[in-house]
């Protein structure tokens, strides 16, 4: 119920003029959704999102899978190591947000220590151009989504008997060879489950483009969530947010079940 319920109310007003100042909602079809068709905001925000969610998949499987092959040893060193890379993942994005806005607003600490090293033609307006603060937003998020990343695959890597890769290097299998046909194929699970992670958090991304660039500049930051936030509760036309949320649902449910089904396919062949 506590699912299904605001759902089923989300659906509901889509098809509404719901007002969150007005006592009564009138119907009015698929309106809201026909007007989503040609909304630039809207698009831009679902472009927005979608390229960083793809970025976000991509950068954070290659180099969390990177990271945990170097980090899957014993010892002290390592354990620490893991620790730290562990950390972004239990802030929350607004303190995560909060310390990235310190290190790239024009006079922050990436521009500083350019300049101190000889380096300032290098400095930039790393949140003030559209391009530059896309970019900023995307960093941030993978490096908060890392450290999850990371644990699930170094799980799966110490799940894999070291039986089979004494063989295989016994077998005259090199370091490349034994990744690709014995490593690789064991963490089907780990991919599947970090791919999942990475394409829900990654729609529904909306903290760190609100607070290390507050959507801008130009609404170039802006994403389906800060969206449904800025029409539902600024402008108060809760019927068309609702459109933007059932939409972006529909997208998650269809994404997810098709690459999710791909790579559980993938794990029993």
Not at 167 to 182: E, K, Q, S, Y
Not at 216 to 230: D, I, L, N
Request: proline share 3%.
């Amino acid at each position: 119920m506590l699912v299904a319920t605001p759902l089923a109310l989300s659906f509901y007003y889509s098809f509404t003029n719901r007002n969150l100042l007005a006592p009564r909602a009138e119907f009015v079809g698929v309106d809201n959704y026909a007007r989503l068709l040609t909304d630039a905001n809207f698009l831009g925000g679902f472009a927005f999102t979608s390229v960083l969610t793809v970025i976000n998949l991509v950068l954070v499987n290659v180099v969390g899978l990177g990271i945990a092959l170097l980090l899957n040893k014993v010892g002290r060193t390592y354990f620490a190591m893991r620790m730290i890379i562990f950390v972004p993942v239990v802030l929350s994005g607004v303190i995560v947000a909060f310390i990235w806005s310190r290190i790239l607003t024009d006079r922050g600490v990436l521009n500083t220590a350019l300049r101190a090293t000889g380096l300032g033609d290098w400095t930039l307006s790393w949140l003030g151009t559209p391009l530059t603060a896309q970019a900023s937003v995307i960093l941030v998020t993978t490096w908060q989504a890392l450290g999850l990343c990371v644990v699930v695959y170094l799980a799966g890597l110490q799940t894999i008997p070291l039986e089979l890769i004494d063989a295989a290097r016994i077998d005259g299998g090199g370091l490349i060879a034994v990744f690709r046909h014995v490593t690789w194929p064991l963490l089907a699970p780990s991919l599947t489950v970090n791919t999942t992670l990475l394409l829900i958090n990654g729609f529904k991304t909306y903290d760190i483009p609100v607070v290390l660039t507050g959507t801008g500049p130009g609404g170039a930051t802006e994403t389906v969530a800060t969206e449904v936030m800025r029409v539902g509760f600024e402008l108060n036309r809760v019927g068309l947010a609702s459109a933007m949320a059932i939409i972006m649902l529909l997208v998650v449910a269809f994404v997810t079940t098709v690459v999710v089904g791909y790579l559980q396919r993938r794990e029993q062949s």
